[in-house]
């Protein structure tokens, strides 16, 4: 190889959700005395970004660059349709891939990867590589508007030489609505950094204390961004049903959100705001997460579920919807019970037949426990830079 192969990676949002998160650990990760890398990424506005998870980022972003990674931001570069910012962003990226000259381009998310994924195509990049982190075929947009998004990605795969999808089921659900044939797909899960979870720094009993949560409570908690794909209301409507046989018990909402209002107002109406906590953004995700005795995962489309993997390395028995990949992760009455999508008495259901079992509890944390450490950063590196390199030999780059 003739020096290094330049990689650029592009995202919208650099946020800390999943996706961000994932693509943050590969750049992150890349070998640097084989790759020279550049992140081209949105400003995230849309994620609204509180004081704490924005210095989050900007801890990324820093340590990125420490990594060697170069940074650049493109303002036009918006999650929403836009025409004039999506042509803006487009003409912005053809220009930087035709000075940078990259090797590789891999895109990120929906708008990214469609948007990225032509500008490398009319810049002759010869490799292009793309990670939708999940799909838009459900939960996002109106019928309409999701026939647009499926047809745009039908024909983008056609100028993608790989597509990588977190699970198993993922790519079965790009086959399913014909995206590409299924030599196209490398199932490549989303590494998790594991040791913060593994090892936490403050104990169980002291955060119930710090977030002033009654020690002999059970905890059931859920951790996201608060938008409608991650089906919060379902938990808030099972949670009403809990409280009625079990008044003990605190449901904890961590994470923040444009939903986080009604939320609130919804648990008022219920008449269980006192066991309803939200606890917003924070950065000691680990240290809230050790002390939920059930983690619920009520998604409505979930393209992997990192935070699973988070709850699994923790050791904790899990109630998650029956969607996406998730069922890659959760296998039923092992390490969690998987419920319909969208059922608030199903999701009652599982939690209490867990709240109900200590044993089986115990038994779900431990083999989750198990079954997280087959999900950390290595495995997805060594995929990721095993795929360049065939890429790269392939396209006689090398």
Not at 132 to 152: M, N
Not at 267 to 280: K, P, Q
Not at 283 to 301: H, K, R
Not at 329 to 348: E, S
């Amino acid at each position: 190889m003739l020096g290094k192969v330049k990689v650029i990676h592009i995202i919208t949002r650099f946020d800390k959700g999943g996706s961000a998160e994932n693509t943050f650990l590969t750049i992150r990760n890349l070998d640097k005395e084989r790759y020279e890398i550049i992140l081209a990424r949105g400003l995230s506005k849309e994620s609204d970004l509180g004081a704490q998870e924005a210095q989050a980022v900007e801890n990324n972003l820093a340590e990125a660059k420490r990594n060697g990674v170069k940074i650049v931001t493109i303002p036009e570069l918006v999650r929403r349709i836009h025409p004039l910012y999506d042509l803006k962003a487009f003409v912005t990226l053809v220009k930087i891939f035709r000075e940078e000259r990259p090797h590789i381009v891999h895109t990120h998310t929906s708008k990214a990867g469609l948007l990225g994924r032509w500008a490398a195509f009319f810049a002759r990049i010869p490799i292009i590589v793309h990670t939708p982190h999940g799909h838009v075929f459900w939960g996002y947009f109106s019928r309409w508007k999701t026939l647009v998004f499926v047809l745009l990605e039908r024909l983008t795969a056609h100028i993608t030489d790989k597509i990588i999808t977190l699970t198993e089921q993922e790519k079965r659900d790009h086959l399913r609505y014909n995206i590409a044939s299924e030599d196209k797909f490398l199932h490549v899960h989303s590494g998790v950094d594991l040791n913060k979870f593994l090892h936490t720094s403050v104990a169980p009993l002291e955060m119930r204390k710090v977030l002033k949560i009654p020690e002999q409570n059970l905890v059931v908690g859920t951790a996201g961004r608060l938008t409608p794909v991650k089906g919060h209301r379902y938990l808030i409507e099972a949670a009403k049903k809990i409280v009625a046989v079990k008044p003990d018990i605190n449901f904890l909402f961590l994470g923040d959100g444009e939903l986080q209002e009604k939320l609130e107002k919804m648990a008022s109406e219920l008449n269980i705001r006192e066991n309803v906590v939200f606890l917003g953004w924070r950065p000691d995700v680990a240290e809230v997460m050790s002390m939920f005795d059930i983690f619920v995962l009520p998604s409505i489309n979930e393209g992997m579920g990192r935070v699973l993997v988070e709850a699994m390395a923790l050791g904790k028995p899990i109630v998650a919807s029956n969607i996406g990949g998730i069922p890659d992760l959760i296998m039923q009455g092992k390490n969690g019970m998987l419920v319909p999508v969208a059922d608030p008495l199903a999701l009652a259901s599982g939690i209490e037949f867990l709240m109900t079992n200590p044993k089986k509890m115990g038994e779900m944390g431990s083999a989750g426990k198990k079954i997280a450490a087959d999900y950390g950063v290595d495995s997805m590196m060594q995929k990721i830079e095993q795929l360049y390199l065939e890429l790269l030999k392939k396209k006689k780059v090398l």
